[in-house]
């Protein structure tokens, strides 16, 4: 079983349409969790860390349910601009690793007009 | 820009040679990480340093890898007789730690091997 895993995608969507990612992982002993931006052919970019309380950033509320081991990130009026590869992460203390990120494989949305 | 840079931005070498990248973090990060991300995959952890300390090295770092950071600040990531199955982008990430540290991205080497 991978460590963490996505929706696998592409979901297409037309401008304003909420959207919504689904992420699960393995490892109880995670420690911090966030939502990465990927556009084609750049490098990650960090969106939003995901607290056990949830948070929201204007148009993006990320979600943790800790007993399940579910992370979500939801897209309000989704913008052309939103069009990229989200990639669900993970870190923690465990197995001797003390801080990289374990990403999943991403799921990759285009908003079209 | 002070962000996290990265040498060469693209690398096209031929089967065998050797490669070295270079990474310059963000000047008061002490963690910097190399990962490697093929397509349609995210990024995979290879190794991270705390200051001038190799702490940790994935399994993925075969023992034609190497990484230094001599002196705490830049780091290089060196592959020895490279194989077709190394083509893939290679990035940076510096931190200043902590358990909810960001870690941010370099913008890559995208290294092609014939």
């Known amino acids: 079983r991978k460590e963490v895993e996505q929706d696998p995608g592409p979901f297409n969507v037309p401008e304003g349409a909420t959207v919504a990612f689904n992420c699960t992982y393995s490892?109880?002993?995670?420690?911090?969790f966030f939502w990465y931006r990927q556009d084609c052919r750049k490098e990650p970019k960090l969106l939003m860390s995901?607290?056990?309380s949830g948070n929201e950033d204007g148009r993006f509320t990320a979600q943790l349910n800790r007993a399940s081991q579910y992370i979500s990130l939801l897209i309000r009026d989704s913008k052309l601009s939103d069009s990229a590869t989200y990639l669900c992460?993970?870190?923690?203390?465990?197995?001797?690793?003390?801080?990289?990120?374990?990403f999943g494989k991403g799921t990759k949305l285009s908003v079209k007009p | 820009d002070t962000g996290v840079s990265q040498d060469p931005r693209h690398k096209i070498t031929k089967r065998g040679q050797n490669v070295t990248f270079r990474c310059d973090p963000i000047?008061?990060?002490?963690?910097l990480y190399w990962y490697r991300q093929t397509l349609g995959q995210g990024p995979e952890f290879l190794t991270y340093?705390?200051?001038?300390?190799?702490?940790?090295k994935s399994r993925l770092l075969s023992d034609r890898f190497s990484a230094e950071r001599p002196k705490g600040s830049f780091s290089t990531l060196e592959i020895q007789r490279t194989e077709q199955g190394d083509s893939a982008m290679y990035l940076c990430?510096?931190?200043?730690?902590?358990?909810?540290?960001?870690?941010?991205f370099g913008p890559g080497t995208r290294l092609l091997v014939l």
């Open positions: 990430a510096s931190s200043q730690g902590g358990s909810q540290e960001t870690q941010y």
């Open positions: 340093f705390q200051n001038e300390a190799q702490l940790e």
């Open positions: 995901v607290y056990s």
């Open positions: 490892n109880s002993a995670s420690q911090s």
């Open positions: 992460v993970v870190k923690g203390y465990y197995g001797g690793s003390q801080g990289n990120l374990i």
């Open positions: 000047s008061e990060h002490n963690r």
